[in-house]
């Protein structure tokens, strides 16, 4: 599979046409950003690293019923995967708080939830990638009232697939962020990447945190911290 042409260039990956017009090359990137790109940084082998993440977590999603866009890797931090329009929400599932969630409602930090939170972030850059409420959506005209429910039911569902296999691993999944996409038959599936860019993760013994918050508050150690991830992924542990 050859790269035709650079489509699309965001904060994590590249998006190249391929010589399949049903299909993408997602390549992974080095790089690192928080808070909205304001901070800045690299980090050799982060993205293979991400790759090799995301790729498991698809891949055991699917073996679970979850549909995504992933087709196959096809090196270290290049993913071939199918073409899809990307709804512009970010859907993020809470199981405990931090970060936002704690500075907007005073939540105590590390408190658990009563149940997963899913909240809906509008993809624009220039906006902030603002929180939005399903009514929000309806009047932007992102998505229909079906597809915002099914959004919810899919976000819960990958919750509890995901919290389960990483708590026998020793990790608490905190929250994440994931994006759907619809095919050229209209189908929703599962896109981008769930890897520790994405998700905050923190060792269930010692809450310490294995994630991109130890760029964003620069607690060193990013690309150990997404090692021991990987690793705890392949421990066998069904």
């Not at 090799?52 to 891949?59: A, M, P, V, W």
């Not at 970060?99 to 939170?117: E, M, V």
């Not at 994931?178 to 520790?196: M, T």
């Not at 994630?211 to 542990?237: P, S």
Request: charged fraction near 35%.
């Amino acid at each position: 599979m050859k790269k035709i042409e650079l489509l699309y260039e965001g904060k994590g990956k590249r998006l190249y046409k391929s010589d399949n017009e049903d299909l993408l090359i997602s390549e992974f990137k080095d790089d690192l950003t928080a808070f909205n790109a304001q901070k800045k940084g690299n980090e050799k082998g982060k993205g293979a690293l991400n790759c090799q993440i995301s790729t498991k977590l698809f891949k055991l999603l699917e073996q679970h019923g979850i549909k995504t866009h992933l087709v196959e890797t096809i090196s270290d931090n290049e993913q071939l995967v199918k073409k899809v329009n990307i709804i512009p929400l970010e859907v993020v599932i809470r199981n405990i708080a931090t970060g936002s969630l704690t500075k907007r409602l005073g939540i105590k930090d590390g408190t658990i939830l009563p149940f997963s939170l899913v909240e809906f972030y509008y993809k624009d850059d220039d906006l902030g990638d603002p929180l939005v409420n399903d009514e929000h959506c309806l009047l932007l005209d992102l998505i229909n009232e079906n597809e915002l429910e099914e959004l919810k039911r899919l976000g819960r569902e990958i919750n509890n697939i995901l919290k389960p296999f990483f708590y026998k691993r020793d990790l608490k999944l905190v929250d994440f962020k994931i994006e759907f996409g619809k095919d050229k038959d209209g189908n929703i599936l599962l896109s981008d990447e769930i890897s520790p860019d994405s998700c905050r993760f923190w060792d269930a013994k010692t809450n310490e945190k294995m994630d991109k918050d130890r760029f964003r508050q620069g607690l060193g150690e990013v690309k150990v911290a997404y090692e021991e991830i990987l690793k705890r992924i392949n421990m066998e542990n069904n």
